[in-house]
């Protein structure tokens, strides 16, 4: 566990110092800050088009981050040789997947908690409340999903040659399960065999990210989920994280790393 | 020398330009940047604002989307014929599997309108609705020509957000948008009448709405017919609390010539012409 | 005196990308053995097979067959590496960590308490001169300085072996004399070095024994004295080993 934490740290390190955090943060601010400034028929107190604009840039933001920072862990440490000097002091290479997916995990924790706070300070300005517990439950579920798809960035990273390609064919996967992931097995049943159970096993087979986009609730003020499906929620993306970052152990095994 | 060349030309033929007919020069930003799409986007927003009035909770392109064909923010308004049908409550449909079961506990769940107190039924927070004005006025912006923007932004500002100024404001733009349109005619004579209780405007308003859908031709007087009874029965209702009982009659034939419930304002007419007396007959004489 | 690295008829073979293509080898069966103590070179033309048997050693590539350890230990096990360092040819560390955060990080793997790690930090980068950078990142160093900091990374854990891929490339003579410094003080502390070179000038003053590899196959081993026998000097001794014979030869 330690080479695990140690490892973790020098990603979040890397994360705060290079720029990417700053830049996306600074220009939801800005954003926000321009929608909020809006004139709408004299009224202070419309709330619910800056949450959701907020939210849609937090959103984006927290998927660039997830998705560009693990895609570039490993072949960056091959590009820039750093990984020798790393796999020859007494670290596996099962410590080094797991330290990086942490890492990169709870740099996105630590980037989702400022993007929170500046959207609960936003709301509050104009509903004047703060339904921690409903953040609560935003974030949590938030967080999980985009362990998810650093689980999903880390894999890309060692099954793809380039960065570049892993990071667009992650955003269109998690882009295309984010949109109609959800609509699946509707859209199989208007299909002929054999695409049906094709597209149908797809739906059982991929992480549902949707599951864990509850903007609309936050947005609208919805009671709170139920804890038990919360829970459950938060144990279905372990489960998937597990299984992505299993993968990502058995290809990096038998990859070269010189 | 080329730089010079290309900035003196362009600056000799602007005027030109401005003038051609289909030049996208002339207008706002939006208009020259977003061409024709902008109207797409303009639908797009309308149905946001319907969808923030259901608090979240409304069908994608893949449910059953029967019961929203038309916008039930504008349907509350009384003013806009409802193609709706089917069950709103239900249109997510039974659950399909066990992901499906399990993924409704993490959106909007059930049917709520804001101005009824939304998705936690609290009455006294019925002027949430102003959450929708955001986008009707982004969709008016985006396309000028959508009529009903006006009216149901007009409509939910007065009444639930008490702002009449600012709900004139918004059917004076319209009218300038457009001209002798009937719709924003009427909703204008409904602000004066139960917002400004000036019933002479109103009168004056409405009746100039009564002629500017008379002039439509018979093809166009079928598409909506719906907006004409309402007029006529306003105006009817505005004479007989005039005491003008005949004229309020003559209005209420004139609704019940336009109207799919014409038993119903037969009712009306039956309870005017007790009123007056059995000799009277408004039928012969419906104004429009 | 014992081994502390030590192969045994270690192959290994690289497949072929093409289809049907014969895979290539670089290893043939290697019997190698380094004692505790002394410093090693291991010598060999480009593509001989020295960076191939390195990377065997620390667990990068796996053997077809045969075997590799250290301290006895199967090369394949982590704990291989726990007292060994390694400084690789071309040394790039992570650029957004300063020289203390790097060393800090190296020294948590290696499991060293915090006081024990900041007094091996401030010994390390006062030994390779970088006391007045340690708090600049990594990606401000000149060459030399990422050279000397790969070097104290190399020793953060104050390794029984010290395993060196080409130490002295890219620097200058002041480097490379710092450097045989550093080989020679550690050698006098009881190391284990074991390095390869090119610079045979080098090899001739600190090692021990010399090992010279060429397409894969140990051509000689022993004292530097026994390997130059009658020729003038290494070098030339090197040559005809390999098979690239000089005037004086017959």
């Known amino acids: 566990m330690r080479n695990i934490f140690a490892v973790a740290g020098v990603v979040i390190k890397e994360l705060y110092r290079r720029k990417d955090f700053y830049v996306l943060f600074i220009v939801t601010i800005l954003i926000c800050l321009v929608m909020a400034s809006v004139n709408i028929f004299n009224d202070a107190k419309i709330a619910r088009y800056l949450k959701e604009i907020c939210l849609l840039l937090v959103w984006v933001s927290s ?76 974030v949590m579920l938030h967080w999980f999903m985009l362990g998810i798809v650093v689980a999903l960035s880390l894999l890309g990273s060692l099954v793809f040659a380039a960065p570049s390609s892993n990071s667009t064919i992650c955003f269109v996967v998690v882009g295309g399960i984010l949109f109609v992931g959800r609509h699946l097995d509707q859209i199989a049943l208007t299909l002929k065999e054999p695409v049906r159970t094709i597209v149908y096993s797809l739906y059982f087979a991929i992480p549902h990210l949707e599951l864990f986009d509850v903007r609309d609730l936050v947005i609208h003020n919805w009671p709170l989920i139920p804890w038990t499906y919360f829970c459950l929620a938060l144990l279905y993306a372990l489960a998937y994280m597990t299984v992505f970052l299993t993968g990502a152990c058995l290809v990096f095994r038998r990859k070269a790393v010189n | 020398m080329l730089f010079i060349f290309c900035f003196g030309l362009a600056a000799k033929l602007q005027p030109q330009f401005q003038a051609m007919p289909l030049s996208r020069a002339k207008g706002d930003i939006l208009n020259v940047v977003l061409g024709d799409s902008r109207r797409l986007f303009a639908n797009e927003f309308y149905v946001k604002a319907d969808a923030y009035y259901h608090s979240g909770y409304y069908p994608t392109m893949f449910d059953d989307n029967a019961a929203f064909k038309t916008a039930h923010m504008a349907e509350d308004t009384g003013a806009v014929n409802s193609k709706n049908k089917g069950d709103e409550a239900g249109f997510l449909g039974p659950k399909r599997n066990w992901i499906d079961a399990f993924s409704r506990h993490f959106y909007p769940d059930h049917h709520s309108h804001l101005d009824e107190g939304g998705p936690t039924d609290e009455l006294g927070k019925s002027d949430q609705v102003r959450e929708i004005l955001p986008w009707l006025k982004l969709s008016a912006d985006l396309d000028p020509d959508n009529v009903q923007t006006y009216t149901v932004t007009a409509f939910w500002l007065r009444e639930r957000m008490h702002k009449v100024a600012e709900a ?74 005039a005491g003008n009982l005949p004229r309020a009659a003559e209005w209420f034939a004139t609704a019940q010539k336009v109207s799919r419930t014409p038993d119903a304002i037969q009712v009306q007419i039956n309870r005017l012409k007790g009123k007056l007396g059995e000799d009277f007959n408004p039928l012969m004489k419906p104004l429009y | 005196m014992s081994a502390i690295l030590q192969t045994e008829k270690l192959r290994v073979e690289f497949s072929s990308r093409e289809l049907r293509g014969v895979p290539k080898i670089a290893l043939h069966g290697l019997d190698l053995e380094v004692r505790a103590g002394e410093v090693f070179g291991f010598l060999g033309p480009n593509g001989a097979g020295k960076t191939t048997t390195m990377n065997v050693l620390l667990g990068f590539v796996p053997p077809t067959s045969g075997a590799a350890s250290l301290f006895g230990i199967d090369v394949r096990q982590p704990i291989a590496r726990q007292r060994i360092g390694y400084l690789p040819e071309l040394t790039y560390y992570y650029k957004f960590l300063t020289a203390e955060e790097l060393l800090r990080f190296y020294a948590k793997i290696f499991g060293l308490a915090r006081a024990e790690a900041d007094r091996r930090i401030d010994e390390l980068l006062k030994l390779v001169e970088l006391e007045h950078a340690r708090k600049r990142l990594i990606k401000s160093y000149s060459k030399g300085m990422q050279q000397r900091v790969g070097l104290a990374q190399a020793l953060i854990n104050n390794p ?32 284990t070095v074991f390095f390869s070179s090119h610079e045979l000038g080098e090899v001739e003053t600190v090692c021990d024994r010399v090992a010279i590899i060429h397409q894969g196959q140990l051509k000689a081993i022993g004292r530097v004295s026994e390997i130059t026998g009658s020729h003038a000097n290494l070098e030339k001794a090197f040559l005809e080993i390999i098979g690239f014979p000089t005037p004086t030869s017959p």
């Open chain 1, 63 to 138: 998927l660039i981050i997830a998705i560009t920072t693990p895609a570039r862990q490993i072949p960056a440490e091959r590009e820039n040789r750093t990984l020798l000097p790393l796999l020859a002091k007494p670290l596996t290479r099962l410590e080094l997947i797991v330290g990086k997916f942490l890492g990169c995990w709870l740099a996105c924790g630590v980037a989702l908690l400022c993007f929170y706070i500046f959207f609960g300070a936003l709301s509050a300005t104009r509903e004047h409340e703060w339904p921690l517990l409903q953040y609560f439950q935003a």
């Open chain 3, 160 to 191: 029984d072996l010290l395993i060196l891929d080409e130490p002295t490339s890219g620097l200058d003579p002041l480097g490379r004399m710092k450097v045989r410094e550093i080989i020679q003080r550690l050698k006098n502390e009881g190391k």
């Open chain 2, 168 to 241: 004139d404001a918004v059917l004076h733009e319209g009218l300038r948008n457009c001209p002798g349109s009937y719709d924003i005619l009427f909703e204008l004579g409904r602000l004066y009448d139960e917002s400004y209780h000036d019933k002479d405007r109103a009168r004056n308003v409405w009746e100039e709405a009564a002629r500017r859908w008379n002039n439509l031709s018979p093809a166009e007087k079928q598409e909506n017919p719906f907006i004409m009874e309402q007029i006529a029965t306003h105006l009817a209702k505005l004479e007989e609390d």
